[in-house]
């Protein structure tokens, strides 16, 4: 994303099929019996990066079989190699996607068209949309003010 206030971006997941979602499909109910949400994103906070470190060591020595395994054995979502982000990047993407997998608040996504639709009612310009990827940019004329924040002067503006 770029400068705060300048454009923002929304990443939307629209109705596919991917190894992903089969590994979901099996472990979701048999994570939500064992965590709460709140627990599963403490679990996350602190096993995803070790997690995802492992499984970007194994992979250059695994097979798509293994790798699959993967999915259910250590199950973070791993962007490396599909998306242009650095190891921190990967890290939060895969805690956020994974946590929305097993606890998602919507069981029933938005389809491409409901997002643009949805964007257009915000005043929210798409500047593009990559359907494939699943990601919607857009422009935000100002952002929102937070009254609730005060900005302080810099030092060569104090009175």
Known sequence: MGKAGRDGGLR???????????????LRPLIQRLFTYESFSK??????????RLRWRLKPFSSRQE???????????DYKGYHRLNDHQLIE???????????????????CEEVLAALRDMGA????????????????????PDSSLRLLPSDGMRN
């Open 93 to 111: 993407w895969g805690k956020l996607d994974t946590l929305d997998a097993f606890f998602a608040c919507y069981d029933n996504p938005m389809t």
């Open 43 to 52: 679990f996350l906070e602190r096993y995803a990066a070790p997690i995802l």
């Open 125 to 144: 310009p798409v500047l593009s949309a990559d359907r494939k990827l699943n990601f919607f940019r857009t422009t935000v004329s100002s952002p929102v």
């Open 67 to 77: 790798q699959a395994a993967f999915d259910f054995i250590l199950p973070v979502y």
């Open 12 to 26: 939307h997941l629209c109705s596919g099929v991917s190894r992903k979602i089969r590994s979901q499909i099996v």
